[in-house]
């Protein structure tokens, strides 16, 4: 069973920044995708950004390329969402997941079968 923990998020004025957290814990060797996603009221999950285990080859969303980075540990135990110049419109609540690879052509949300509790950001303005 793979575990998600999230830590992080909260409140920022428009064009501040944030650091989202998720320690990851895997039974198993093998290579495993690591994605975020947010969702906001009344909208569907989109995804952010992932990076695998193995290689550390890293997607962003056109939404986000430019303003979020995606990291993890040199262990692999956690996965981080940089967040630079925040927008109102970024406020969703924000999640990690997980997947074995492949990772798959997209940030599928319906691809990902293990996922964080969630973390709230509100960005005002």
């Known amino acids: 069973q793979v575990d998600l923990v999230q830590s992080g998020g909260g409140s920022v004025q428009a064009g501040g920044s944030l650091r989202l957290s998720c320690r990851v814990s895997?039974?198993?060797?093998?290579?495993?995708?690591l994605a975020w996603f947010r969702q906001a009221p009344g909208k569907e999950r989109e995804g952010l950004a992932r990076?695998?285990?193995?290689?550390?080859?890293?997607e962003y969303a056109d939404s986000v390329k430019g303003r979020f980075t995606i990291s993890q540990d040199a262990a692999k135990n956690w996965v981080y969402l940089h967040m630079n110049n925040l927008e109102p419109e970024d406020t969703a609540r924000y999640y990690c997941?997980?997947?074995?690879?492949?990772?798959?052509?997209?940030?599928?949300?319906?691809?990902?079968?293990?996922w964080g509790q969630g973390t709230q950001v509100t960005v005002s303005g």
């Open positions: 997941a997980a997947k074995r690879w492949p990772c798959g052509a997209a940030l599928n949300p319906a691809a990902y079968n293990y």
């Open positions: 895997v039974p198993s060797r093998g290579t495993y995708c």
């Open positions: 990076i695998t285990t193995g290689a550390g080859t890293i």
